[in-house]
């Protein structure tokens, strides 16, 4: 349909009019829109053609992720311990499944409090970055979330996809500092409810405890809470939910906004810096090498791994020449505390 009405254009475009006729007197009244048309038909040809997000995996992704922080809230943020257990049954005989349908009957409100209020969070954050990329046009995948139920959290997060060299310095600076600063709307109030409800008096045990950050930390002392031991950290059977799951948002947003690669926090310094924000990026990875050893702790290896994955350098911008203005850059400048604030130096503490 479309070749055939470029023809038909191209013949009435080129029709003599020596003699003047109706028809010609028609040619040339139609001229200018077939001019119109061509115009039109260009640029369509020169458009990419517009992909179609892709749902099927992002929701799969989010139910198995649903399961997984379901999974660990029940367990008391123990999730491998039960399963172990009862694969150990099994080498007397059949496995006995009792306790874990006999744990999940009976923490089954703490599951759903937690794995509500995390996906809330990480919706929130990703939300962030995703709307931001809505109103500057910029091709961006919906929200990915990362299931994984052997770890203490449930998740390794949640991600977007975005087209490279398509957004310029001031749209990147935008994208990357929204999903933090969103998040922190509804981590904040996780914590200050969580605290609200942490019961210290309550016995734990066991080899691992959460460390509080700076920022959980102080609110802890702020709203007076008696029994609490930086030192020691949070026992998971003294933990709450809500509390759990502010601890995870701080967390969450204190890893991305290190500065390093195309971490929120990267963007952020590739914006205020430029090329020079690999200086940075280099020296937290050194930085974090030469706490370990200090420590002697190794926890942070993988982090460490995964910051090195990424890379260190963030790529060019669309256009770096664009300026961000003084309250972007003093936002950006603010914002590089979020890391001290809100990433526990240790995230868990061994207990031998």
């Given amino acids: 349909m479309r070749v055939l009405l470029e023809k038909n254009l191209h013949r009435t475009a080129n029709v003599t009019t020596d003699e003047p006729n109706e028809f010609s007197r028609e040619q040339q009244r139609e001229t200018p829109h077939v001019s119109v048309l061509r115009q039109e038909y260009a640029l369509a040809d020169e458009m990419p053609p517009r992909r179609r997000r892709r749902l099927k995996i992002p929701i799969i992704l989010f139910l198995l992720t649903c399961c997984s922080t379901f999974w660990v809230g029940v367990t008391n943020w123990h999730p ?54 809505l109103i500057y046009r910029v091709p961006a995948t919906v929200p990915i979330f990362l299931p994984f139920p052997l770890n203490p959290i449930g998740t390794l997060g949640a991600v977007i996809g975005m087209e490279p060299n398509v957004a310029d310095r001031k749209q990147i600076f935008d994208i990357g500092i929204a999903g933090p600063l ?87 310094t590739y914006t205020l810096f430029g090329k020079r924000s690999f ?62 604030l809100c990433f526990p130096a240790r995230i868990f503490i061994l207990h031998e």
């Avoid at 007397?92 to 499944?97: F, T, V, Y």
């Avoid at 009792?98 to 939300?127: A, K, S």
């Avoid at 990424?310 to 309250?327: Q, S």
């Fill in 80 to 133: 491998v311990i039960p399963v172990i257990v009862a694969l150990e049954s099994s080498w007397q005989g059949s496995p006995d499944w009792m306790p874990l349908r006999q744990m999940i009957v009976r923490n089954w409100d703490q599951g759903l409090i937690y794995m509500g209020c995390l996906l809330l969070f990480l919706f929130t954050h990703e939300m962030g970055h995703f709307i931001t990329t």
């Fill in 182 to 268: 969103a998040g922190l709307v509804v981590a904040v109030p996780m914590c200050i409810l969580g605290v609200r409800q942490l019961d210290l008096n309550e016995l734990g045990g066991g080899q691992l405890a959460f460390q509080a950050p700076v920022l959980l930390d102080w609110l802890i002392h702020w709203m007076g809470i008696e029994g609490y031991d930086p030192s020691r950290g949070i026992w998971p059977q003294q933990m709450n939910p809500m509390l759990a799951a502010g601890w995870v948002g701080l967390l969450v947003t204190g890893l991305n906004m290190m500065p390093v690669g195309q971490l929120d926090g990267g963007h952020v």
């Fill in 279 to 340: 200086l940075i990026a280099e020296a937290i990875i050194v930085l974090a090498v030469a706490y370990m050893i200090y420590v002697g702790t190794f926890h942070l290896v993988v982090m460490v791994l995964l910051l090195l994955l990424i890379g260190t350098r963030h790529p060019p911008t669309r256009d770096d020449r664009v300026k961000l203005g003084w309250f972007r850059f003093a936002l950006g400048l603010a914002s590089l505390s979020i890391p001290i």
